[in-house]
Every structure is written in structure tokens, then in C-alpha cells.
């Protein structure tokens, strides 16, 4: 399914749905009370206690004023309505907000300024610095002549770094009076809610250019919510707008959460109530009985001869009523209002206050406090979550030489920077890769510092050390960048990027050397993702070493490559590669196999080593929650030996001889058979003896072992505390999750990264940490928190308290009722039933 | 727990806080810091507590026991001795047929010194004055305002005869008791009181002063007793007294007061009237006479559970010293836990 959308052209489009009237609201004023009541009543509880108040209504039956049914229920009713209505009203204001904010468009080739409500597909809007995109737009021209804009999309994926975003080529060098006038259409695929992907065509008509098909990604896009930085101004032709834009589409109402109380009070509920119904029948019957048999002797009460056909529902509907209190009707409402406050003695907590960035602990579920306490499994992301996520450079090794390893820093280290000074060749590139293979945005600050705007902390970390080491990044205009060495300025123009993703597990990009007119390729990229593609000659062993050597020490490596191409060899290439990046379907795959015909026979350069420092409290905290009985499990998409390497600093699991690690690996389906075989064997021997035992898996293996060995890694799942995942995948990550909650253990995940978000969502609690990665996860999470060492007093003090006092609570509700019920049951049988 | 306390002093802005009692107050609360106390139940202090509880306890029965025993009762079922022989068989007709004389003599021997006044009380059991169509049926309205009063739909089936309203209406009023008892001895008759045995709230708020009974047992069916239509249902202390609907299904209601002493060994002789029908759904009547004292009349059932509370508790304190010694458990030691938890 296709759209096209016609620029400028109101005929076209109209028939193109919507316009871009936001609509997040859940009722009208119309349907309010109907909608809302119908939804509170598809609960057991509100329809059993309708019942009631509606048999209370019938005088003949009823032994008390119905007011004292009505009335709590009115209440409850009234309550959770207000609490709906005010929310609704609250979405209704900023969608109002949005809706009638003023934005300039050009109809008809004259600029007016109207509604956001008003946009139509195919409308030119025109955006200024700072200003929010109100729909999804595909760029046209901006103030910048390379067409270049800068974008925050911080309110779409919580990222917080600068992204910049480019117009399409065909409309590079259109003027600005010719803008207003532009006609053409846009192919583009039907609304979804992917915001990483805009897989679409643009063929612009006459006068501009010949009938050329330009294909369009997310990079010529401008999604709803965002906003223009560091650009005058910039203006886009609408292709989504209204709730079809991709915010719109990914906006939705999470599924609630119920906690294992609320199903046990739902189950205990179904429960009385079938007892209330037997107990209800034997006393009508035995009524009856006793009326037909009895009550007629009673010359006193006048009982008449003749008797309605209803007469025999009279006694067991009075019984009805008399019981009805078994359940309580004042549960779900002191349940609300107690929730809602642990939720709040949690946000008031001065002892969960990151008095770093003085970021308080956030509810946003009310409702779940009590499974905090009924924790067994905590799984955890592993960078920003366990460390810090602030990279630092620490070592490197270039062509064979380790620097850095004497005191712990290569900035510092003497015999770098005399190489650096001497000008040795591979140690030049190697930096020159530092500074350049990379996304960063180097931002000119007023003080005239160069701040470095990066999407991965990895990057930003190797650009600053690079600048450290006299190789400084100092701007980047359009596609060309300066770097100023020693005092010389060197340009470089970039030709292609080929981009990072968790499959290719590399960067690279394609530069044209400006001084002497060379193209070269600058790969960087996991160890595993780079070294089986090395030249022929190159012996790949001491990179090998040496990235064995530092993920022992818990760094993180990245491989740095290099290879000088051909003109003719490039320029081939490039063709395939716009091909592919115009492609509508597939495309991601596409890219990644053309860039692989481009990133082989690479010349090693080195490996660089990242630190990244344990948080404050993560041992002691781990250490804590353990001793409570709750097992771990650290997901991560790290390499396996920093990963077990962070598990080791922080009590995860215990060196030899008092732990074991089990590894489970492989390639094929065999190998990893026949592994997991023999770890389940040592499990099942060793679950009896105080030994901490782990098992560690890769992400491949992972992918094996869940596709064909389901039932034996639900076991292995079901027997070990710890499991180490490394190189796993966000949808692994809820994987995993699902399997724990399949074995009915109660699951908390906790994370930071937007690849977390799925398997926070996935677990009973999510906890997001509020940190450097931006707020996806901390946006998707139950709870977030500043640091990790506060999960110990959410779980172990609020997660405790909330589960005791509801325990209590919902204990001492059924109680009552059910004490003053029988109060009166008692009295039936002891005076024989007289209620006739 | 122990860090919930600990960390008071570390909080970074605490002393804005503390400005004063009640923020300081509030900021307990968020912090979850009010103090509080929650008794520790270690076996010494449950085993100190029960036995403080048997030794209060059982005097206090042992007191209200004796107590109850004081009051003297003298109970006397007529209900079947009152009926001829001839009619034994068929007490239902001998009760419904209002051509044969109901008197009927009683002799009750006094066993111990009775001291005035002696309350005289009828009691009536198997008799459900609490069934839900005889409550309702009532207009405590009307009972205070007459005939002014007209909406008194709540008094059926006992609402009107004879296309005429009813005063007072309802199944209670029909159905009041009406056996009659005089009480002699030694051919003198006792000084009986048979005024102020309703409640003065009843007398004065209730009933109306210038209500009197209307069309009262005019209908078909004649239930119990007939009501002086010249005397206001105020004064009319009978008819208040039965109109105070009884709980239970076995009830007492005062009839009157003896104002004279009776020594030990006396007969009082009662002359009755045996009118009221309880042979059809087998009730039973009884005549007690009763002194009181100052808890009332006998009754053995307060004190018999206060002892049984008692002596319960001394046994269970016994019990848990016993236990306790067998198996001592040092405060504090969860080494049982562990075990379970392991395991």
C-alpha cells in the first residue's frame, strides 16, 4: 500500500484523509457517561455490586434504605469517573495547545499563517529556529546552502543529541521564491508508527527537474514533536498529518499492568461470591421450608393464602441482600487511595534523589507498588544501568604496540604522544579514524570551546580523546570537515556513511582527502565485525590479543580499519549503494549487503579501550538484593568478556572456586545442543550444593537454543540464579523476559537505553534509570529511577511496606464483611429462620 | 528497617525542613519516619498478659456470678396445666371458643426471702414478635397523631375494617397479649402496682395523649386484647409495653411490681385469665416472679463467661510457660526461618 501525496496541490490531496486536528482524547462530551460506565462496569465487582443496589430498590425485599448501597457506589462510581474526566480534560487542552498553534504555510504559492489544526497533505510548511514540527514533513529547502537542518527528537525517542537531517538531492539549489511555487509528488508507504524508517520516492514536476525519482529515508524527514536547532529556518512538504503522523501511530494506550494481589483479590472475590450463592440458596430454601411449614401456624403474622408466582425468589433475594456485604464494596476504592500513595511516598523519598542531577524517583504506575515486593527475578541492561555510561578513553593498541597499559591512561602515556610528535604513519591514521569515522556534530560554543553533539557515548568519547591527542575535530560543514592537526587545518570531504546498525555491528564512512584527492574508507566496529575482514597479508593475532586483553580488564574495545580505494571501484559502488537507499522494501537489508561488498580487505589500525565505570553502590546493592532471594540476570549487548568481566566487579557472580560459569555457545545447532546438554547436567548436579553457579550465553546462541531447544533452556532458566546474556538483541532481551513470566516468576527489568524499552515493557515492573542514554526507557518504565544503587530501597523498604499494607488492607476488608456476614448467618439458624 | 532510622542525618536539605513542628511533621510522614510503637509479642510478655487476664477475670465472674445468684426467681409454666383434662387433647378448640370460662388458679411457694418489689413478668416462647410481616406492621405516626394520621399502608393487613381506619393499626396492636393475673396470699390481696411499666420515653414521645383506640378489634377475626376506647393509648402502659416489639423469639415483658415482702415459705396464689392462643403454633407461657439487685435480674450468663474467659486464659498461659520452657528461643533468633528458607 502506497500513498501519494501531490505537492501543493489541494485538488489532489483532499481526498487524502484527515487534516492535522490531534486528537488524543478518549471520550467526547457526548460519550462520556455512557463510554465510562460501560467501561466500569466490565468489572465483576462494579456489576455485582449494581445488582445489589438495583434489588435494593424493591421494597417487599429489601431489609435496609437502598441509600446505603447507592450512595458507596455512586461514590466509587463518581470517583473514578472524576479521575477519567479530569485526565481526558487535560489531554483535550494540549491537543487544543497544539492544534491552535499558529504556523506559516504556502497555499497557492502565497505564504498565510494559519492553525496547525488547518494543515493539509501536501501543504508547504515553513518552520523557524526553535520552532515544533506540527506533522510529519519531508524537507524541501532550508536557510543552510547545503540543505542541512539540525532536529531534537527528544519528545519522539528521548534521544537529547542534535540530529541533522538534509533535503533530498533533487531539490538541492532550488531558490527560495521558486519553493512557493513547487509542484510534485511524494510516494511514500501508508502511516505506520516506525520512526527510524521513511522508505519513499519524490519525483518533482516540471520546471524543476526532469522526471527523476529521488528516494527519500528518515534523514529528509522532520516527525511531528520535534524541534529546529541551529537552523534559520526550514520548510517541508506534510506527508502524515493528524494522529496518522508517526508519533500519532506509536501513540497508544499501554495494556495495565495487574499485579499478582489484584488477580488473587479477583480470584477471592469469585470465590465468596460462589459461596455467598450457596450459602444464599440453602437458607432461602430452608426459608421456605420453614414459611410453609411454620410461619402458617403463626396465626399473629396473618400470612395470606393466596400467593404471588414470585413468592418463592422472596426469602432467598432478602438472604441475597443480607449477604451482600461478604464482598467488601469499600476494597477497590481504600486499595486506590493507599496505592496512590505509596506511589507517592516513593516520589517523596529524599534517599532516592540523584543529587547529581537532582532527579527524584518517578511513579508513573500507581497501581503495581506491591509486586516491587514480590520480586525473584531482576534483569538488567548493563551499560548506564550497572555503569555510569560516561566513556573514557583509556588504552590503545596501534599496529601491535599497547599504550596506556603502564598508568592506566594513553593520553598520558609518553611514547604516544612522541609518536604522535614523530608523525608515525599508522598512529596518524589511527587518529584521524578517532576523528572522523563517526556522526558527531561539533558545535561551536560562544566561549569558542568546541562541544561535541554525539549519538553514542563511544563516539563522543573517542572524537574528545582524538582532540586531546592534537587531533581536533573542529567543524563539519555539510559533507566537509576540518580537522586541525599540529596546527594544520586538513579537510575532508565525506562521501558516504555507511551506518551503524546492531546487525553489522560497524561504522564506516568514505572520505575524499581534500589535499590530495584520495578516497578512503575509515571502518570502526566490534572486534568480531572487523577482524574477519582484514587484508590478506595482515596477521589479525595481536589485535586479537589485545582485545582479549582488554575486556578482561572490563574495557570496551572497538576495532579501527582502514583502507584507501580506487576512484573507478568507488564510483561503481556508489551506484549500487543510491540504489539501494531508494529501494522501498528491504532496503535496510539491501544497504548492509552492499556495504559489505565495500568493507573488506581492511587494513587494521589498532583497537581503542573505552572505561566504563561501575556506578556507586552497584556491588553492595546487588550483593543486598541477592542475600533477599532474588536472583539476577544481566542482559546486555556488550561482548562476552566485558560482560563477564562487569559481572565479576559487581558481586554478580563469584570467582573460582566459589562460582562457576557454564558457557553455552556454538554456531550451529550441534554445538549448541549438545552445550546446553552438558550445562544442564551440571546444573542439576550442582543445585544442591552452595555453589553460585552461572550460565553465560551469546546472543547467537540465544537465537539457536530458544528456536529449537525451548523446553530444556526453560529448565536451565527455572535452575540457575544467574545467567550472563551477552550481544543480545532488544526483542531477545523481552524474549527472555517472556520465559521467566511463563514460569510464573514474578519479573522486574531495569534499564536505560531505547533497547530496553521492549523488555521493561514486557516485565511485570519495568524500571527505567534516568540517565545518560536519554528517557525511552525511563518514559516506557514503571518506575525510574536516578541510579541503580536505589533499587535496593524501592524493592527491599517501599516494595516491602506496599505489599505488607496491602496485604493487610485487602485481609482485614474481607474479614469484616465477612465477620459481620456471618454475624448474621448465625442469627438465621438460631432463631430458625423467622425472616419470612 | 535499620536504614530507614540511619539515614536521618545524611538527608541534604533537611534542615529546610525542620523549620518548624509541623513541616517537620510532614516531612516525617513523606519520609515514612513518624514515630511509631508496635508491641513485640515475645513469649514472656504473652504469657504475662494471659495470666494478668485469668486473674482479673475471674474474680469479676466469681463477683457477677454471686451476684446473679442473689436475685430470686420463681418461674411457672400454665400454659398446659391451665387447660381442663377433658380438653387436653384439644387445646386449639377449648383456647378458640370464647363460651367456656378461662380462669384458671395458680399456687406459687416462695423458697426464699423476697424482698420488695417483686416484678411480675410474663413470658412468651416460640413466639416470633420479631418476624419481619409482624414488625413492619405498625404506624408509630398514627400511634402518636390518631386519625390525623392516614398513610398508614405500612399497617397491613390490620389497616382498616369495615371500610374504617383502625386505631392503632397493624399486626402488633391486633395481636396484643391479654391473659390477666391477680395475686393474693392467705386470702389478702397482694398490693400489686401496674403503673409506670413502660418506658417514660415511650409514654411521653411516642404515644399521643389524645389518641384513643377507634373500630379496635371490630373486624371478623378478633386477635388478642380489647383497648378502653375512653383512655388515651398514653396511659394505656399494657399496650405500650407489647407494642416495644421483643428480638428474640423467647421474651419476658413486665406486667407489674409486688410492693410487699414475702417471707420464705408463704403461697401466693395468682387468679388468671388464660385467653391468649399460643396452643396453635405451640408457644409457651410462663408467670415469673423476680427480685433484682444491683445488676439486674438473675442472670448467670455474664459471670459464667467471664470465668470461663478467665480460667481459658490462666490454661493457655500454662501452656505457653510449658513450651516456652521445653523450648526456649533466645529474641531475635530467626535460625528456624533460615532453615525453611534453605529448604
Known sequence: MKRFVYINDDEASKELCCDNRISNRKYTLWNFLPKNLWEQFSRFMNQYFLLIACLQLWSLITPVNPASTWGPLIFIFAVSASKEAWDDYHRYLSDKKANEKEVWIVK???????????????????????????????????????????????????????????????????????????????????????IRRFDANMRLFPPFIDNDVCSLTIKNTLLQSCYLRNTEWACGVSVYTGNQTKLGMSRGIAEPKLTAMDAMIDKLTGAIFVFQIVVVMVLGVAGNVWKDTEARKQWYVQYPEEAPWYELLVIPLRFELLCSIMIPISIKVSLDLVKGLYAKFIEW?????????????????????????????????????????????????????????????????????????????????????????????PVQSKAGDIVYKAQSQDEDALVIAAAKLHMVFVGKNANLLEIRFNGSIIRYEVLEILEFTSDRKRM??????????????????????????????QQTRTIGDAVEHYSQLGLRTLCLAWRELEENEYLEWSVKFKEASSLLVDREWRIAEVCQRLEHDLYILGVTAIEDRLQDGVPETIETLRKAGINFWMLTGDKQNTAIQIALSCNFISPEPKGQLLMIDGKTKEDVSRSLERVLLTMRITASEPKDVAFVIDGWALEIALKHHHKDFVELAILSRTAICCRVTPSQKAQLVEILKSCDYRTLAIGDGGNDVRMIQQADIGVGISGREGLQAARAADYSIGRFRFLKRLILVHGRYSYNRTAFLSQYSFYKSLLICFIQILRFWNQSFQFG | MMEVEGSMNRAPDQSSFLRSRRSKALYQFKQQKLPACKPVLTPISVITVFM??????????????????????????????????????????????????????????????????????????????????????RSDQQLLHGLEYSHTSSCEPEESSNGLPIVPCGLIAWSMFNDTFTFSRERTKLKVSRNNIAWKSDREQKFGKNVYPVNFQNGTLIGGAKLDPKIPLSDQEDFIVWMRAAALLSFRKLYGRIEED?????????????????????????????????????NDFLGITY?????????????????????????????WNKKSLAS
Request: glycine letters at 8%.
Open chain 1, 108 to 194: 497557492q504559492g502565497i505564504k498565510k499563517h494559519i492553525q496547525a489544526q488547518d494543515i493539509q497533505v501536501g501543504n508547504i510548511v515553513w518552520l523557524r529556529e526553535n520552532d515544533e514540527v506540527p506533522c510529519d514533513l519531508v524537507l524541501l529547502g532550508t536557510s543552510d546552502p547545503q540543505g542541512v537542518c539540525y532536529v531534537e527528537t527528544a519528545a519522539l525517542d528521548g534521544e537529547t543529541d542534535l540530529k541533522t537531517r538534509v533535503i533530498p538531492s533533487a531539490c538541492v539549489g532550488i531558490d527560495l521564491e521558486l519553493l512557493h511555487k513547487m509542484k510534485g509528488v511524494i510516494e511514500c508507504p501508508i502511516p505506520d508508527k516506525d
Open chain 2, 262 to 298: 414475702l417471707e420464705p415459705g408463704s403461697v401466693v396464689e395468682v387468679n388468671l385469665m388464660n385467653n391468649y392462643n399460643t396452643y396453635s403454633f405451640s408457644g409457651q407461657k410462663k408467670l415469673i416472679l423476680s427480685t433484682s439487685n444491683w445488676l439486674g435480674g438473675r
Open chain 2, 52 to 137: 494478668l487476664m485469668g486473674f482479673v477475670f475471674i474474680p469479676i465472674g466469681l463477683i457477677t456470678l454471686r451476684a446473679s445468684r442473689d436475685a430470686i426467681e420463681i418461674i411457672d409454666r400454665y400454659d398446659v396445666e391451665c387447660i381442663p383434662e377433658e380438653y387436653r387433647t384439644n387445646k386449639l378448640s377449648y383456647i378458640t371458643d370464647s363460651s367456656i370460662p378461662k380462669n384458671c388458679t395458680r399456687y406459687l411457694k416462695v423458697q426464699k426471702y423476697m424482698k420488695a418489689p417483686i416484678f411480675i413478668y410474663y413470658q412468651l416462647d416460640n413466639y416470633y414478635q420479631n418476624h419481619r410481616r409482624y414488625v413492619k406492621s
Open chain 2, 307 to 335: 470465668l470461663v474467659v478467665g480460667s481459658s486464659s490462666i490454661v493457655i498461659s500454662i501452656i505457653f510457660m510449658l513450651l516456652h520452657l521445653k523450648n526456649p528461643r533466645p529474641y531475635g533468633d530467626n535460625s
Open chain 1, 508 to 537: 564506516s564512512v568514505v572520505v575524499k582527502d581534500c589535499q590530495n584527492g584520495k578516497i578512503i574508507l575509515l571502518s570502526k566496529g566490534a572486534d568480531e565485525a572487523i577482524l574477519p575482514y582484514a587484508c590478506a597479508g
Open chain 1, 349 to 441: 523519598d529524599v534517599e532516592m534523589i540523584d543529587q547529581e542531577t537532582g532527579t527524584a524517583s518517578y511513579a508513573a504506575n500507581t497501581a503495581i507498588s506491591e509486586d516491587l515486593g514480590q520480586v525473584e527475578y531482576i534483569l538488567t541492561d548493563k551499560t548506564g544501568t550497572l555503569t555510569d555510561n560516561k566513556m573514557i578513553f583509556r588504552r590503545c593498541c596501534i599496529g601491535g604496540i599497547f599504550y596506556g597499559n603502564e598508568n592506566g591512561d594513553a593520553l598520558k602515556d609518553a611514547q604516544l604522544l612522541n609518536a604522535i610528535t614523530s608523525g608515525s604513519t599508522d598512529v596518524i591514521r589511527f587518529l584521524t579514524v578517532m576523528a572522523i569515522c563517526n556522526t558527531v556534530i
